[in-house]
């Protein structure tokens, strides 16, 4: 080989021509975009605040993170489905007030208020999961009436019961290790929360429910054609959800211990703008918790540092919105073009050291040189048979070919002027032999082998027949 062509065999072999192409076809590029976006936040705003570093600032800051992050969660498991849950905020806001009523007012105990806020939360869920699983309800319409409806109740039990929860003052060191407790210096919130995000993961990607709710997501009809039960579980998702915010509101009134008409507002756009920046599609079936645990924290470090930096309470939402724009949009638009990205920018090259061409002079002893051996051919039944797909000569040189009508032509020797139409078996005759016995067979498309006696009708093989 030419020391030119082994240069080129070896850039081609060890040198990538489209290093973008290949990072874009690897799995884990979908978990590099938010993480990158997460090192990026966490560097502006590690510089823009002297104290952003401290052991006390990412303590509390690891202690709003387990709060925030089991609502994010919830969002997430529902919008794998394929649906959304605006009634996040609200239900959240019904189960803080649930857990200070129970406790403050009711005298429960922390053991059995716990259970019975998880249950009100899920309840929540469960409606809504009926209502867009079974009832076949828009999940976007659904879930925003429910968000009002839970908001109009949660209010009326602010006015009724406010001053009670404020003026009671429950003691418990249960209730308040749940609230500000720590576990080796790391936030009881955040140590709960870890724990439910690695269950989850396992779940998602390890057991036969997850799978079903990543495959209704991708494609809810697929899911039901393959024999999932798409309405049950779409159901349980929402039911999960409603069960994530509960742990989520009980967290946060154990810390706050406060009940307030502002308790959960505009918390649904917060959760959805985590969950999409983090890579969670909303069109459903692609996402995981990792990167709803990433898009979590860029939005709790990106609205408590705006904070921090003296910006205005409305400028936050005036920047969480413009992240959700661009987090929606490179999600639809990537989602869309990706294939059309890796046509262009990836291929896989090689090379290959290609013998010389072979010669196509006329005498040149080729296998491709130009010669006139068929100038004088006879064609055969010009204008008389249509669309012949293959020809065969008997013992006594009669020649078979088929028709596009399903006719089984002979043409008589010697000169092959004379012809009859041998057998009419339908469909469009292809290849044909004839076997030991002289019986002609005939593969006839989209109907099968037929065999065609010297004399009596066509008939079709079968197995007994074989």
Same mark, same amino acid.
Request: glycine share 6%.
């Given at each position: 080989m030419a020391l030119a062509d082994t240069l080129s065999r070896w850039r081609y072999q060890y040198v990538p021509d489209h290093v973008v192409g290949e990072i874009l076809t690897k799995r884990w590029i979908d978990n590099a975009i938010p993480f990158l976006f997460l090192v990026l936040v966490v560097a502006v705003f590690g510089s823009a605040i002297s104290d952003f570093f401290t052991l006390a600032n990412l303590s509390d800051t690891a202690r709003q993170l387990g709060e925030f992050s089991f609502v994010v969660l919830a969002m997430t498991v529902v919008l794998l489905a394929g649906g959304i849950d605006l009634s996040v905020g609200s239900n959240f806001a019904l189960c803080n007030f649930a857990a200070l009523a129970l406790l403050n007012i009711a005298g429960w105990s922390v053991l059995a208020t716990i259970p019975a806020v998880i249950l009100v939360g899920s309840a929540v869920g469960a409606l809504n999961g009926f209502l !867009?699983?079974?009832?076949? =309800?828009? #999940?976007?319409?659904?879930?925003? &009436?429910?968000?009002?409806?839970?908001?109009?109740?949660? $209010? =009326?039990?602010?006015?009724?019961? #406010? &001053?009670?929860? /404020? #003026? #009671?003052?429950? $003691? /418990?060191? !249960?209730? $308040?290790?749940?609230?500000?407790? /720590?576990?080796?210096? !790391?936030?009881f919130s955040f140590v709960i929360f870890a724990l439910f995000a690695i269950f989850f993961h396992v779940f998602l990607t390890r057991s036969r429910p997850g799978w079903h709710i990543l495959a209704i997501g991708g494609s809810r009809r697929s899911a039901h054609n393959a024999g999932i039960a798409v309405r049950r579980t779409v159901c349980m998702t929402y039911a999960l959800s409603g069960a994530l915010v509960a742990i989520a509101g009980v967290m946060y009134a154990a810390r706050l211990s406060s009940a307030g008409a502002d308790t959960g507002v505009g918390l649904e756009i917060t959760v959805l703008t985590a969950a999409v920046l983090g890579g969670i599609s909303l069109g459903g079936g692609r996402g995981s918790v990792a990167k709803a645990v990433m898009g979590g924290v860029i939005v709790l470090i990106v609205t408590n540092s705006l904070v921090r930096l003296g910006f205005k309470s409305g400028s936050s939402s005036m920047y969480l919105g413009l992240l959700l724009l661009v987090a929606v949009a490179i999600d639809v638009r990537w989602l869309k073009n990706r294939a059309k990205v890796l046509a262009k920018v990836y291929v896989s090259p090689a090379f290959n050291a290609l013998p010389p061409a072979p010669s196509t002079l006329a005498g040149s002893n080729s296998t491709y040189a130009a010669n006139d051996r068929l100038k004088d051919v006879e064609i055969i039944g010009l204008g008389q048979v249509e669309a012949p797909e293959d020809v065969i000569l008997d013992r006594d040189d009669n020649l078979f070919c088929g028709t596009r009508h399903g006719d089984i032509i002979r043409f008589f020797p010697p000169d092959y002027k004379r012809f009859e139409t041998y057998a009419h078996i339908g469909g469009q005759p292809l290849g044909m032999a004839f076997d030991r016995k002289g019986t002609l067979l005939v593969c006839v498309g989209g109907m099968g082998l037929y065999e065609v006696p010297q004399k009596g009708e066509a008939r079709k093989v079968t197995d007994e027949n074989n």
């Open positions: !867009v699983g079974y009832l076949r =309800m828009r #999940a976007f319409l659904t879930t925003l &009436v429910t968000l009002i409806i839970v908001r109009a109740i949660v $209010d =009326m039990l602010l006015l009724t019961y #406010a &001053v009670q929860i /404020s #003026a #009671a003052n429950f $003691d /418990s060191p !249960v209730w $308040d290790f749940i609230g500000e407790g /720590s576990i080796l210096n !790391v936030p």
